[in-house]
């Protein structure tokens, strides 16, 4: 074959024949059965139990107009409502008995989006379809990982493709193939920190872009401080720091080693990746019954938790990019009830990625100020 039809794949090296059938080495470890498509009988009624801002309803129309004629890059700060400017298109997609679905790196952010989506869209079918959740892969709403997009082969004629440029979806060229052949007609990309490569495919024409740097509440995004020193500095200033804290704090570290380390020395309860209790301990954060947290990047996007402080253990560490620093960041001041909040940056020496992080936030805040006035 001299294309994978599920990856996209066209390097013959990675193709094998076998019983007479073609097979790509790339994505043969992913089986399973394969969606049908569902279609409403009835028009789409979404229930929001809140109005949406005036700038999100003139984007909300704006995506749904042009996801009919291309791609759309929506570039939206952290807490701008990035799940509230597809619902439109969602909905207008449906009707017109058309496939849509979502997809996102991480299986917390499916499930979470799930609970959102299924009260927002009480007449529908909606489907999270994420490890331990694929026994059902058919509905009207689809909702995603990426890596479970291989079931779904040219299915979608809108693809929402949330946070693109969150690992491992951004360095994994299979899951990004799957993405690619999924879609037969238009995909939406969610993001707060867009890559080069997709800001120049708008500069080249290629994608619309739609950008919403205000969240719905109003207040600018928090400016991370900066404070700068050796490790067993950094371990003084974070907990003179959090005895002052008066909400609950994420605590963000760049490894697995450093977190046990912390966890050991602070006595506070530490999560990454592979914790088993993963999504119990976020459950027990959401809830307060955990008033720090330590974590690795697991939870820089898409888990939404409201009134916390953020700190950065080590944040001119390399596995900390200038797109991780400002999601970090956007999980403070993200609720009406709490718009405000404090960002530490704990580190040996400032870093490129740390001041770029700094000044794309500062340039929100003023795009913000200058769109109210």
Same mark, same amino acid.
Not at 57 to 80: F, H, M, P, T, W
Not at 184 to 200: D, E, F, H, I, Q
Not at 234 to 261: D, E, M
Not at 278 to 292: T, V, W, Y
């Given at each position: 074959?001299?294309?994978?039809?599920?990856c996209?794949?066209?390097?013959?090296?990675?193709?094998?024949?076998?019983?007479?059938?073609?097979?790509?080495?790339k994505c043969?470890?992913y089986q399973?059965?394969?969606?049908?498509?569902?279609?409403?009988?009835?028009?789409?009624?979404?229930?929001?139990?809140y109005?949406?801002?005036?700038?999100q309803?003139k984007?909300?129309?704006?995506?749904?107009?042009?996801?009919?004629?291309?791609?759309?890059l929506?570039?939206?700060?952290c807490?701008?409502g990035?799940?509230?400017? @597809?619902?439109?298109?969602?909905?207008? %997609?449906?009707d017109?008995k +058309?496939?849509?679905?979502i #997809?996102?790196?991480r299986? !917390? =952010?499916?499930?979470?989006l799930?609970?959102?989506l299924?009260?927002?869209?009480?007449?529908?079918?909606?489907?999270?379809?994420?490890?331990?959740?694929t026994s059902?892969?058919?509905?009207?709403?689809?909702?995603c990982?990426?890596?479970?997009?291989?079931?779904?082969?040219?299915f979608?004629?809108?693809?929402?493709?949330?946070?693109?440029?969150?690992?491992?979806?951004?360095?994994?060229?299979?899951?990004?193939?799957?993405?690619?052949?999924?879609?037969?007609?238009?995909?939406?990309?969610l993001?707060?920190?867009?890559?080069?490569?997709?800001?120049?495919?708008?500069?080249?024409g290629?994608?619309?872009?739609?950008?919403?740097?205000?969240?719905?509440?109003?207040?600018p995004?928090?400016v991370?401080? @900066?404070?700068t020193?050796?490790?067993? %500095?950094?371990?003084?200033? +974070?907990?003179r720091w959090? #005895?002052?804290?008066k909400k !609950? =704090?994420?605590?963000?570290v760049p490894?697995i080693?450093?977190?046990?380390?912390?966890m050991?020395?602070?006595?506070?309860?530490?999560?990454?990746?592979?914790?088993?209790?993963?999504d119990?301990?976020?459950?027990?954060?959401?809830?307060?019954?955990?008033?720090?947290?330590?974590?690795?990047?697991?939870?820089e996007?898409g888990?939404?938790?409201?009134?916390i402080?953020?700190?950065?253990?080590h944040?001119?560490?390399?596995v900390?990019?200038h797109?991780s620093?400002?999601?970090?960041a956007g999980?403070?001041?993200?609720?009406?009830s709490?718009?405000?909040g404090?960002v530490?940056?704990l580190?040996?020496?400032n870093?490129?990625?740390?001041?770029?992080?700094?000044r794309?936030i500062q340039?929100?805040?003023?795009?913000?100020?200058?769109?109210?006035?």
């Amino acid at each position: 074959m001299d294309q994978c039809p599920r990856c996209g794949e066209k390097d013959q090296r990675y193709f094998i024949v076998n019983q007479r059938r073609s097979l790509c080495r790339k994505c043969l470890t992913y089986q399973g059965d394969e969606g049908q498509a569902v279609f409403a009988e009835d028009l789409v009624e979404p229930v929001l139990s809140y109005d949406l801002t005036e700038p999100q309803l003139k984007c909300s129309r704006e995506i749904e107009q042009a996801s009919r004629n291309g791609d759309v890059l929506v570039y939206a700060i952290c807490g701008a409502g990035k799940t509230e400017l @597809v619902i439109e298109t969602i909905s207008s %997609v449906i009707d017109r008995k +058309l496939t849509v679905g979502i #997809a996102v790196a991480r299986r !917390q =952010v499916v499930l979470q989006l799930f609970e959102r989506l299924k009260i927002i869209f009480p007449e529908l079918v909606v489907r999270a379809v994420c490890e331990g959740h694929t026994s059902e892969i058919n509905g009207h709403l689809i909702i995603c990982t990426t890596h479970q997009l291989y079931r779904y082969h040219q299915f979608f004629d809108v693809l929402i493709l949330d946070e693109p440029d969150a690992f491992p979806f951004s360095e994994d060229k299979t899951l990004q193939g799957f993405a690619k052949m999924a879609c037969k007609g238009s995909v939406v990309y969610l993001t707060a920190t867009p890559s080069l490569k997709m800001r120049n495919s708008v500069k080249e024409g290629h994608m619309h872009e739609v950008k919403l740097f205000v969240r719905p509440h109003g207040y600018p995004l928090s400016v991370p401080k @900066v404070r700068t020193g050796l490790h067993y %500095v950094q371990l003084i200033i +974070l907990q003179r720091w959090l #005895a002052k804290r008066k909400k !609950q =704090v994420l605590i963000f570290v760049p490894s697995i080693y450093l977190g046990n380390q912390l966890m050991n020395l602070l006595k506070l309860d530490f999560v990454y990746a592979g914790y088993e209790r993963l999504d119990e301990r976020i459950r027990a954060f959401k809830l307060g019954e955990i008033k720090f947290l330590i974590c690795t990047t697991v939870l820089e996007r898409g888990v939404t938790f409201s009134g916390i402080d953020v700190c950065v253990m080590h944040a001119d560490h390399r596995v900390f990019t200038h797109a991780s620093l400002i999601q970090i960041a956007g999980r403070v001041g993200r609720s009406f009830s709490d718009p405000e909040g404090e960002v530490l940056f704990l580190c040996s020496q400032n870093s490129r990625n740390i001041e770029a992080c700094l000044r794309d936030i500062q340039q929100a805040n003023a795009s913000c100020v200058s769109n109210q006035s």
